[in-house]
């Protein structure tokens, strides 16, 4: 499990307009890194339209913002364009990145359990190493979160 003051595990991605993205892309810049379960389902929805929202607030503070879940480049690219997403989204089907941070694990539904992506984010400041991790992030309030652990 990673912690806070771990250096990030350095990851490589496709995003949703097929640029390859690598954490060493944002050296010297805070990452917000993002994982989320799944593209256009509510939770997600939500989460995605908050940062969206609050996105100019988070480029003043010089923050980079990136979503990852598992699922394919083209459904990326087709929440981002519904939802005007202004940041990267890198597609993880195979799990590589999400099993680097450790957010593949057991989640219950409904009674039913069954392995999936734990929507949690972290962020890494300059020089790359993990300053916060938020478990279960509020949604509706994410860039809240953030903005009170990394406000300036």
Request: with cysteine; hydrophobic share 35%; proline share 4%.
């Amino acid at each position: 499990m990673l912690k806070e003051g771990n250096k990030a595990p350095a990851f490589s991605g496709v995003d949703q307009n097929g640029n390859n993205i690598s954490l060493s892309d944002f050296k010297g810049r805070k990452v917000v890194l993002y994982f989320y379960p799944h593209d256009d389902t509510p939770t997600c929805t939500t989460q995605a339209c908050n940062l969206r929202d609050n996105y100019g607030a988070l480029a003043k503070q010089g923050y980079a913002v990136v979503g990852v879940s598992e699922d394919s480049v083209k459904s990326h690219k087709k929440f981002e364009k519904k939802y005007s997403l202004p940041f990267p989204l890198v597609a993880d089907e195979e799990r590589m990145i999400i099993n680097k941070y450790g957010v593949w694990q057991l989640k219950k539904f409904m009674g039913r359990e069954f392995m999936g992506t734990i929507r949690t984010t972290f962020l890494i400041n300059e020089k790359g190493v993990i300053e916060h991790i938020i478990d279960k992030p509020k949604s509706k309030n994410h860039t809240e979160e953030i903005l009170a652990l990394w406000g300036e």
